[in-house]
């Protein structure tokens, strides 16, 4: 134990390791405060389907060669967010059609565009993006403090609409029948998910993002019933599951992000048996 401390305590001396978990620790944080009302309101498959979009943008600011490729993945990432909510709308079309045809068309288009790039190796630069072997450890000075400044803000809306996305998560309805404007708040949940899909590709990549988005909430429902109560226990769960990845994948040298969703996992599956024995809450 002393050993892995020491040599915790080695690593922590590195700029890498200090960006890393402070990244971590706040995508984790804003991903798990909206993951409670998208799992609440059935949209979870939303982040699924933006992480896919997220890849297809990512591939085609490596085709642009891009040196700061996030303002463009970002940017492409809400355009699709807010066609997904409108598709979604739409009659003809159904919500997870749309999901379907955005993120199998993204994630195809994607990996053909990085296939045809002069890339010496198009298969590890794929894995590295869609499980994000690596990429959280290499992050600079200038993607940390972006990152920073738009986690504050995705926080900043949450804490100030607080009580509107309350409304509109347990009943749309009620919400508009009493004034308030369930689309454009529907529409700004879409949009700071999209924000969390681009922050957490260099965490998890774009494959395990929906884990960051899932699994704390579901955790947290095991025990609680109380909407604050979820949401922040599924805040902490989520910054402790991700502290315990990223420094368990930096001692024993295992890829963050599928370490982090593992750490996940398990963290869910000890909720969930505490509240079989306990009967806890219920998603």
Known sequence: MSAMIEKLSIY????FVRYALIVGVLVALCSSLLGVTLVLK???FIGDGLSHVAFGAMAVATILNLTNDMPLILAITIVCAILLLRTGQNTKIKGDAAVAMISVGALAIGYLLMSVTSSANVSGDVCVTIFGSTSILTLTQSEVWLCIVLSVI???VFVLFYHKIFAITFDENFAKAVGTNAQAYNLLIA???AVIIVLAMNLVGSL???ALLIFPALSAMRLFKNFR???????ILSVCCALIGILTSILSGTPVGSTIVA???IAFAIFYF????FGGGRS
């Not at 922590?12 to 700029?15: A, D, M, N, T």
């Open 274 to 277: 505490i509240g079989m024995f």
């Open 42 to 44: 059935r949209f979870s």
């Open 12 to 15: 922590l001396q590195y700029p």
């Open 208 to 210: 395990l993002i929906s």
């Open 191 to 193: 949009v700071i998910t």
């Open 154 to 156: 995705v926080l900043a």
């Open 229 to 235: 109560a979820v949401t922040i226990c599924s805040a």
């Open 263 to 265: 750490t996940q996992i």
